[in-house]
């Protein structure tokens, strides 16, 4: 099978899963699993691809929560800080927005102001198809559970039939929908966010990156 391999990461549903895991396996939050090797994680499952399999980036997308920075001082500094310490580990990140939305309580009537993330799923489905085009790899993994890229899939299977498409779902986040269309998909044990933590602290180039406090 073998082949150049690229993982794409949905940021959210991936910190959502890490969030539940650490949870279920009864960790506090300054134990849990948000400081994530994610280099390390994809490559730990690139034997299922073949000896010759090599992987070629991983490109993680997200968003910055500027609108809970009087809430939640800490949230944007943190999430930009694991930016920079994946940027530092290898991994290509790209942010796009949350955007407010007015929304209409169905059973008051009134209006309140909610923030949603945008950009992100759209970014995700046009680096698939990116990296395909500029033949940057035979093969894209997604890791995701969102249903919302079901239709880029399709288009580029379609598209390009030779490449390879496939699923890694984050720990319970599977869905059934996405697995019919990809070639093969494999879930995330929770056991493995636990086995690819990063150092603490994390030594790059004369660097010293620390976890955060409250993780």
Same mark, same amino acid.
């Given at each position: 099978?073998? =082949?150049?391999?690229?993982?794409?990461?949905? =940021?959210?549903?991936?910190?959502?899963?890490?969030? %539940?895991?650490?949870?279920? !396996?009864?960790?506090?939050? %300054?134990?849990?699993?948000?400081?994530?090797?994610?280099?390390?994680?994809?490559?730990?499952?690139?034997?299922?691809?073949?000896?010759?399999?090599?992987?070629?980036?991983?490109?993680?997308?997200?968003?910055?929560?500027?609108?809970?920075?009087?809430?939640?001082?800490?949230?944007?500094?943190?999430? %930009?800080?694991?930016?920079?310490? !994946?940027?530092?580990?290898?991994?290509?990140? @790209?942010?796009?927005?949350?955007?407010?939305? @007015?929304?209409?309580?169905?059973?008051?009537?009134?209006?309140?102001?909610?923030?949603?993330?945008?950009?992100?799923?759209? #970014?995700?489905?046009?680096?698939?198809?990116?990296?395909?085009?500029?033949?940057?790899?035979?093969?894209?993994?997604?890791?995701?559970? &969102?249903?919302?890229? #079901? *239709?880029?899939?399709?288009? #580029?299977?379609?598209?390009?039939?030779? /490449? &390879?498409?496939?699923?890694?779902?984050?720990?319970?986040?599977?869905?059934?929908?996405?697995?019919?269309?990809?070639?093969?998909?494999?879930?995330?044990?929770? @056991?493995?966010?636990?086995?690819?933590?990063? *150092?603490?602290?994390?030594?790059?180039?004369? /660097?010293?990156? #620390?976890? *955060?406090?409250?993780?």
């Amino acid at each position: 099978m073998g =082949g150049r391999t690229a993982f794409v990461v949905d =940021g959210f549903n991936l910190y959502h899963s890490l969030i %539940e895991a650490s949870e279920s !396996l009864g960790f506090a939050d %300054e134990t849990g699993t948000k400081w994530l090797d994610l280099w390390g994680l994809c490559n730990s499952y690139m034997h299922l691809f073949g000896a010759d399999a090599s992987l070629v980036g991983v490109h993680y997308f997200s968003a910055l929560a500027h609108h809970l920075k009087w809430v939640k001082p800490g949230v944007t500094v943190r999430h %930009e800080h694991y930016a920079d310490v !994946l940027r530092a580990t290898g991994v290509s990140v @790209q942010f796009g927005n949350f955007k407010q939305k @007015q929304v209409k309580c169905r059973w008051c009537k009134r209006k309140f102001t909610r923030h949603e993330e945008k950009e992100t799923d759209v #970014a995700v489905a046009m680096k698939v198809l990116e990296i395909f085009h500029q033949d940057c790899a035979d093969r894209v993994v997604l890791v995701t559970g &969102d249903t919302d890229i #079901a *239709p880029a899939v399709r288009t #580029a299977k379609a598209l390009y039939p030779t /490449r &390879d498409v496939r699923f890694l779902f984050p720990w319970n986040r599977k869905m059934k929908e996405l697995a019919k269309i990809a070639g093969q998909s494999f879930t995330i044990d929770r @056991q493995k966010y636990v086995q690819h933590q990063l *150092p603490d602290p994390l030594i790059v180039n004369g /660097r010293s990156l #620390a976890k *955060p406090s409250s993780w």
